[in-house]
């Protein structure tokens, strides 16, 4: 029953769009040198290296609010956040504004059990370029870009972080102390990805593994909420 | 006029009825003595419209890169579903891929798939030829956008599953429906456990010596457990194939590879994942006297057998008794008349 009741949450997980008033929502901000996130655009690493992010995409899935401790609010679905779709951004959470909370987890990631399941729609679709096609399972998180520090082909860099078999479990939980606010911003700063990502030499991480586990701890550190003012 | 009328009405009922039909339901029916299927057909119900989506899909070559290699080029219904005398199979360009295409049949039973269980459910297994460069070498997501623009898909679609959107899960889910009616289960050797037929004599002994050397691991009545093990073959210097360790990066895993079934063994030839073997009785000289040892070698395989060449006939007269010529020429099965 709760595999089914998770399952048909997942397969909702397609429809966003609800009216942006509703309530409670998750705003993921994609940020890079403490500037927002521009597909495309030429960029500079943290140690100067010029470079370019072509995408940036991740599942969010076990969205919790609690407060004080207890769980003010669970959304079982799977998100599909996309840097180049700012409508894949915002994520609204159905409650009401009232509903207290004084921090946020989530899953960096699809647990085991949707790994597992067979095919789902929405955000969950094959069709998103999220699921390995020679290896199931789902990428958790998707980087990809160039850099004149790799020197592969066409100077690509592609981090596509996943698996779900142990010891390799790759989706990480993401634990967040917000301020109570109507929307709670997030910010990814995947400068603090490349920061350690690329070290080495290392350049594509495209299979389930120890490499693809430790960027994924780095991956989910890139989250904060910001301590600035708010928007 | 008034006949002219109701014959209109008539027809626009009967239309109406016809458009807005809810499929047909099909049971799925778990043949005598077998074990629970494993499939979840509870997401994913088996109907009579969803069954003909997915066999069309099977047979059509517009899931590979160049429209010209479908399921059916690698699983031709007449053999089992498998690709009959190829030892590894060609897709697109006549590129050559690296293993043996595995015989599609009891599919509802699978635990893993691919000859290396990289693939962990039913549904998800087409992606796997359908992106691979050496296969049918297209993109998984303009596979949905080319069906989407067709005059014939969108209406299939609808018929399986209520509306006209094309999408990968639905598309998915047709072909798991058509693969998991693939079921083999009216061989000889099921009508003689059915007490309706009885074993020659050389079959009968056939029978007891796979009882005592065979079946721990093509175990009836699927004739495998699903499981993975080594099975003693020689790494092969070409394609240095070391099949489960590459999924799982275990190393115990190295060299094993999924135990297939020995339903239809008659027209699965050439056998073994890389299909070195041309005949039945290369495979059983090789289980007596061919067997590489490794760190990894199936425990069962590690005393050597004493099987004669008397008894390698044998077992070869019982192995054919798995042939179900029913399944391979089940009109259900084959190319979709239209």
Known sequence: MVRSVAIFFCLL??????????????????????????????????????????QLRFYVSQIRFFDQGHIAFFDSSCYLVDAGEPKSLLIQADLPRSTHADSISFLLGIDSLNNVSGAFGGDLDPTKGMYW????????????????????????????????????????????????????????????????ALLGGRCSVMSPGKDAVELAKLAASVFSIPSRGEE | MRNKVLTAIAALVLFAAATDRQPVAVEFRIPKGWPQPRYDFANNPLTQEGIALGRKLFYDPILSADSIVSCSSCHLSYTAFTHVDHAVSHGIRDRIGTRNSPALMNLAWGRSFMWDGAVNHLDMQALAPI????????????????????????????RAFGDEAITGERMLKALSQFELTLISAYSKYDRVKAGAEVFTQQEAKGYALFLAHCNTC???????????????????????????????????????????????????????????????????DHYVEGLSPSPTLAAELSNSNSLTKDDRTDLIAFLLTLSDRDFCFDPEHGYPKE
Request: hydrophobic residues 35%; aromatic residues 12%.
């Open chain 1, 13 to 54: 997980s397609g429809l966003q769009g609800l009216p942006q008033d509703r309530g409670r929502a998750l705003r993921f901000v994609p940020f890079v040198n403490a500037g927002p996130l521009q597909l495309d655009e030429p960029l500079f690493l943290p140690d100067g290296t010029p470079a370019t992010i072509t």
């Open chain 1, 133 to 196: 096609t020679w290896n199931s399972g789902y990428i958790n998180w998707k980087l990809e870009g160039t850099s004149t520090k790799c020197t592969t082909v066409k100077n690509e860099f592609q981090f596509h972080l996943g698996g779900y078999l142990p010891p390799y479990f790759n989706a990480q939980q993401v634990g967040l102390k917000v301020k109570d606010e109507g929307v709670f911003t997030v910010e990814v700063d995947v400068s603090k990805f490349f920061a350690q």
């Open chain 2, 131 to 158: 992106s691979h460069p050496d296969e049918m070498g297209e993109d998984f997501s303009h596979v949905i956008q080319k069906l989407q623009r067709t005059e014939r898909y969108p209406e299939l679609f609808r």
């Open chain 2, 218 to 284: 093509h175990h009836e009545p699927l004739f495998t457990t699903g499981e993975f093990a080594n099975n003693g073959l020689r790494v092969d210097t070409i394609y240095n194939d070391l099949g489960r360790m590459k999924v799982t990066g275990v190393p115990t895993d190295s060299l094993q590879f999924k135990i297939p079934t020995l339903r239809n063994i008659e027209f699965s030839f050439p056998y073994m994942h890389d299909g070195r073997f041309k005949s039945l009785r290369h495979v059983l």
